[in-house]
Structures are given as structure tokens and as C-alpha cells.
């Protein structure tokens, strides 16, 4: 079962372009919501994180919007750069502690061209 | 954030060997961490659950005799790949958290098995 839904699986964006990433998540018990980053051959990297209870976060050229009623989530990247052609996960857990387990999307592979 | 290291890196082994594979949280202690398997292009899927001083809790359709997990103190867990075979060969990626409730992830170890 597929508790999280990402999309597009794979994303081409022009340098200085925005990227967008979508997420979708049925269970609505889930009340922690992270965005990774992961590089070829490299562990996932936590890019950005948000809980219900706000709407958008930013931090830098990273967004995060939140649509509780919606069961949605999707991060933003502005002014994309080629350095941030990677794949992102998007992922859900139960609780923000360290011991709550993440489910994460099938992940988005971002490609920003020159 | 904080720095979660894996040893080795790389590793190739025989069928029917037994690999371990080392996952240090650095500069936080962690009495939870978590493992996961990921194939190329995938996402990442959770293995099990490592409880410090405690039996490791296993995902539906894990093997625990063949993925053993030891996690013996609160900087270290251990994943054993017992008799390996080539159907075994991933990236396998843990995790653990600091103080701040967020999930950090190590650096992968790719098994090849031969």
C-alpha cells in the first residue's frame, strides 16, 4: 500500500526556473511531513520539514506548501540550479520523534539544464 | 544537522558469505534507529527498527535470521547480511536522530554480491 503518492517521477527545469513536487498522503494520522535530497550514491539529505499546523514554510529557495484539507504537500525550489539536480523524496511519520517511522514517496528526479 | 556515519562505503562479498555493516551516529545518541534498503531508481524502504539493548522490530516480509540487527549501545547499530546472495545486492541506508526530533541518514553501503 501506497501511503504517499509523488509526482512527477522525474522533472526537467531550465536554470533559474521553479521546480515543483508534489505530494499526496492518505493516512490522516500523519503530523510530520519532510522533504529529502538525495545525490547518486549518497544517503538522503533532510532538505526541509513541516508539521500541519502552519501552511507554508520557507527556508531559502526552498518551499514547502500544505494543504491539510486536501491531504497535500508539495516543495517548491526556486531559481533552480543545475547543483540542485538530484532525486527528492517527499516522506510522512506518525510524530516528529526519533522513533517515528518515515514513509517515504517513490521520489522525483530533478534535472535543471544550463 | 546531525552526522550519522556507515562503514564500509562499498563492499563486495561471495554468495554465501555474511556481510556486517556499521552505522555511527557521531555526535548524538540514538536509542532508535532505523534501516533501509534501496534498489536503483527506488525509494527507500524500511527494513527494521533498532532498539538499543533490545530485540530489533522487523517489517512485514523482512527476514530477520537473514538481516540480523544488533544495536548494543547508543551510538552504534550493526546490520548483518547473513549468507548472502546476489538477489541481497542494494544500498542500504540507516538512520537515527538527535535531540532536535529530526531524522538523519548515513552515507549508504552498497553491497554487491557476487
Known amino acids: 500500500q501506497q501511503q504517499v503518492k509523488q509526482s512527477p517521477q522525474s522533472l526537467i527545469v531550465q536554470k533559474g526556473g521553479i521546480s515543483i513536487i508534489n505530494c499526496a498522503y492518505e493516512?490522516?494520522?500523519?503530523?510530520?511531513f519532510p522533504w529529502y535530497q538525495q545525490f547518486p550514491g549518497k544517503g538522503p539529505a533532510l532538505l526541509i520539514a513541516i508539521r500541519p499546523d502552519v501552511s507554508e514554510k520557507k527556508e531559502g529557495r526552498f518551499t514547502i506548501s500544505f494543504n491539510k484539507s486536501a491531504k497535500q504537500f508539495s516543495l517548491h525550489i526556486m531559481d533552480s540550479q543545475p547543483g540542485d539536480s538530484a532525486t527528492y523524496f517527499c516522506?510522512?511519520?506518525?510524530?516528529?520523534?526519533?522513533?517515528?517511522?518515515?514513509?517515504f514517496g517513490t521520489g522525483t528526479r530533478l534535472q535543471v539544464t544550463l | 544537522g546531525a552526522v550519522v556515519s556507515q562503514h564500509p562505503s562499498w563492499v563486495i562479498c561471495k554468495s554465501g558469505t555474511s556481510v556486517k555493516i556499521e552505522c555511527r551516529s557521531l555526535?548524538?545518541?540514538?536509542?532508535?534507529m532505523f534501516w533501509y534498503r534501496q534498489f536503483p531508481k527506488q525509494s527507500l524502504m524500511l527494513m527494521a527498527t533498532?532498539?538499543?539493548?533490545?530485540?530489533?522490530?522487523?517489517e512485514q516480509g523482512v527476514e530477520k535470521d537473514k538481516f540480523l540487527i544488533n544495536h548494543a549501545s547508543l551510538t552504534l547499530s550493526t546490520l548483518t547480511v547473513t549468507s548472502a546472495h546476489p538477489e541481497d545486492s542494494s544500498f542500504y541506508i540507516c538512520?537515527?536522530?538527535?535531540?532536535?526530533?529530526?531524522?538523519?541518514f548515513g552515507e549508504g553501503s552498497r553491497l554487491t554480491v557476487l
Open positions: 538512520s537515527g536522530g538527535g535531540g532536535t526530533g529530526e531524522l538523519f
Open positions: 533498532s532498539n538499543e539493548g533490545s530485540k530489533a522490530t522487523y
Open positions: 516522506a510522512a511519520s506518525k510524530g516528529v520523534g526519533t522513533a517515528s517511522k518515515l514513509t
Open positions: 493516512n490522516t494520522a500523519f503530523d510530520y
Open positions: 555526535d548524538f545518541q540514538a536509542t532508535t
